[in-house]
T-cell receptor, first 115, second 122 residues
Framework: AQSVAQPEDQVNVAEGNPLTVKCTYS??????LFWYVQYPNRGLQFLLK??????LVKGSYGFEAEFNKSQTSFHLKKPSALVSDSALYFC?????????????FGKGTRLHILP | GAVVSQHPSRVICKSGTSVKIECRSL??????MFWYRQFPKQSLMLMAT?????????EQGVEKDKFLINHASLTLSTLTVTSAHPEDSSFYIC??????????????????FGQGTRLTVV
């Protein structure tokens, strides 16, 4: 089965500094990878996806992610963090290994942007 | 585009009663909907996958008779928590995808999520 791992429970970054939220994946075949953000007591918002093509994917709110096949990573990045970026971030992978077509989530990384 | 509306956002019910949560795709056809449960400070646990017009597929350990899922149309799926108990209190989130069109269509690869429902059973 496909899976993603988010090694950090929490990441703290000063406002204005670049941020990185890490994600590694384990898939058979070509990966479909996603990043979502969740604000308190809300559902998930789609940020970006990688299917094929350029390794650097640009998404919403100034976020981008870099697909690295050799390192099996898909880290989320932003050049300059905002306090409003503080939220829970989920990396996800599409799992088509069984008959169902599911999206499997990592455990999440809480991002704190310090003013 | 690709908006999913989930209702209610919060519900409090008495132990032993049933609660229905609705998930609607507002501007696309949701051929497939997913129901997740999220515990505090934890990730999303997939409960079941439903395809329009067919029975839901439940993940291992999820009680089918307790969590009834109906996906009768391409825009609506419902989750009914039957005979609710305090341990069913949680945040429930639905998501929807449109697997009927090709890769360029919203929802073919990524899923779009509802706002979530905070269920409290007292």
């Amino acid at each position: 089965a496909q899976s993603v791992a988010q090694p950090e429970d929490q990441v703290n970054v000063a406002e204005g500094n670049p941020l990185t939220v890490k994600c590694t994946y384990s898939v058979s075949g070509n990966p479909y990878l996603f990043w979502y953000v969740q604000y308190p007591n809300r559902g998930l918002q789609f940020l970006l996806k990688y299917i094929t093509g350029d390794n650097l994917v640009k998404g919403s709110y100034g976020f981008e992610a870099e697909f690295n096949k050799s390192q099996t990573s898909f880290h989320l990045k932003k050049p300059s963090a905002l306090v409003s970026d503080s939220a829970l971030y989920f990396c996800a992978v599409r799992d088509m290994s069984n008959r169902d077509d599911k999206i499997i989530f990592g455990k999440g990384t809480r991002l704190h942007i310090l003013p | 585009g690709a908006v999913v509306s989930q209702h209610p956002s919060r519900v409090i019910c008495k132990s032993g009663t049933s609660v229905k949560i609705e998930c609607r795709s507002l501007d696309f056809q949701a051929t497939t909907m997913f129901w997740y449960r999220q515990f505090p400070k934890q990730s999303l646990m997939l409960m079941a996958t439903s395809n329009e017009g067919s029975k839901a597929t439940y993940e291992q350990g999820v009680e089918k008779d307790k969590f009834l899922i109906n996906h009768a149309s391409l825009t609506l799926s419902t989750l009914t928590v039957t005979s609710a108990h305090p341990e069913d209190s949680s945040f429930y989130i639905c998501s929807a995808r449109d697997l009927g069109k090709g890769p360029e269509a919203p929802g073919w690869t990524e899923a779009f999520f509802g706002q979530g429902t905070r269920l409290t059973v007292v």
